[in-house]
């Protein structure tokens, strides 16, 4: 489902065209590693959701078609 989302937003020019698959499992590995450090107590929670939203802007701002 991923890969479809991220192959949807290429073919609407939302994100630049690139390997799906990578950018894919890139964007979930980034989440994932957040979530994960947040869950094993790591990384508290209210730095979690701060360090998704800027992973989150990172990503976009680093795909978007216009760089």
């Not at 065209?17 to 890139?26: F, K, Q």
């Not at 450090?37 to 998704?52: C, I, N, T, W």
């Amino acid at each position: 489902q991923l890969n479809q989302l991220v192959a949807n937003c290429q073919k609407i020019k939302g994100i630049r065209e690139g390997p799906t698959t990578e950018i894919a499992m890139s964007s979930w590995s980034m989440m994932h590693g957040v979530a994960s450090l947040s869950v094993a107590g790591q990384l508290p929670q209210s730095q979690a959701e701060a360090l998704a939203e800027r992973f989150g802007y990172w990503l976009f701002f680093g795909l978007s078609p216009d760089l």
